[in-house]
């Protein structure tokens, strides 16, 4: 028997990759299967919470009675979803891969192909976490995540300010098995009061438990 002590609590969460639209059959996107924030999802819905999914174009959706899921393709899409939700909820946490950039302007039609090189500008992407951290109210809650090559911990801990998150995540990518597509990762968690818990490989079934607990401990600390 799961503890109930999400009742009563509305968390939006984003999940999966964005894919950006250069003409109508083609895109930018990225490997990101959405499998990390399904799990966390579930987790929250069976302790109690009432969450929003807003699934960019992944392979795994949660199918639980207090989640509803809406389903979005670019980051724009993704963005407004969520500010929307955002309003209302409790708790934001910011798992998918979105795309940072997207190309300028979207051909409506096909682009054919030449033999020359072809260009395409990028514009950045609004960065959800961050325009949502700078709405945050007092009585709400982030978490977001980070992939991190070098200096993990110090970047890791400088996003957590950047995007006024109250927790973040920190993906190893130093280890086999954590990331994209795997079924498990290795990860750490920080908060904003040097709290830090570094975690083994484990399942990401697992991983979401740990980082519930955290939030859990968070809330009640
Ligand atoms: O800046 P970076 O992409 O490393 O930050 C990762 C965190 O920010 C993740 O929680 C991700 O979901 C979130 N993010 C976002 N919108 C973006 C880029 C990242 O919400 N455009």
């Given at each position: 028997?799961?503890?109930?002590?999400?009742?009563?609590?509305?968390?939006m969460?984003?999940?999966?990759?964005?894919?950006?639209?250069?003409?109508?059959?083609?895109?930018?996107?990225?490997?990101?299967?959405?499998?990390?924030?399904?799990?966390?999802?579930?987790?929250?819905?069976?302790?109690?919470?009432?969450?929003?999914?807003?699934?960019?174009?992944?392979?795994?959706?949660?199918?639980?009675p207090?989640?509803?899921?809406?389903?979005?393709?670019?980051?724009?899409?993704?963005?407004?979803?969520?500010?929307?939700?955002?309003?209302?909820?409790?708790?934001?946490?910011?798992?998918?891969?979105?795309?940072?950039?997207?190309?300028?302007?979207?051909?409506?039609?096909?682009?054919?192909?030449?033999?020359?090189?072809?260009?395409?500008?990028?514009?950045?992407n609004?960065?959800?976490?961050?325009?949502?951290?700078?709405?945050?109210?007092?009585?709400?809650?982030?978490?977001?995540?980070?992939?991190?090559?070098?200096?993990?911990?110090?970047?890791?801990?400088?996003?957590?300010?950047?995007?006024?998150?109250d927790?973040?995540?920190?993906?190893?990518?130093?280890h086999?098995?954590?990331?994209?597509?795997?079924?498990?990762?290795?990860?750490?968690?920080?908060?904003?009061?040097?709290?830090?818990?570094?975690?083994?490989?484990?399942?990401?079934?697992?991983?979401?438990?740990?980082?519930?607990?955290f939030?859990?401990?968070?809330?009640?600390?």
């Amino acid at each position: 028997q799961q503890t109930q002590s999400f009742v009563g609590k509305k968390v939006m969460m984003t999940s999966g990759p964005t894919h950006e639209s250069i003409d109508p059959v083609r895109f930018i996107g990225n490997h990101s299967t959405g499998k990390m924030g399904k799990a966390i999802a579930l987790e929250l819905a069976n302790r109690g919470a009432e969450v929003e999914f807003i699934s960019g174009p992944a392979a795994h959706a949660p199918h639980h009675p207090l989640i509803r899921v809406t389903k979005v393709t670019s980051a724009e899409e993704m963005f407004e979803a969520a500010k929307a939700y955002f309003e209302t909820s409790d708790i934001g946490i910011f798992t998918a891969a979105v795309a940072d950039y997207k190309p300028e302007t979207m051909v409506t039609s096909k682009l054919k192909k030449k033999e020359r090189a072809l260009q395409i500008t990028l514009v950045p992407n609004p960065d959800i976490a961050s325009q949502l951290g700078a709405m945050k109210k007092k009585h709400q809650f982030t978490v977001g995540f980070a992939l991190e090559t070098d200096e993990e911990q110090v970047n890791a801990r400088k996003k957590l300010e950047s995007k006024n998150l109250d927790v973040i995540v920190l993906n190893s990518l130093n280890h086999e098995g954590a990331g994209f597509a795997h079924d498990t990762n290795k990860v750490s968690i920080f908060d904003r009061h040097n709290k830090e818990q570094h975690f083994e490989l484990k399942s990401k079934v697992e991983v979401a438990k740990d980082l519930v607990d955290f939030i859990e401990q968070s809330l009640n600390g």
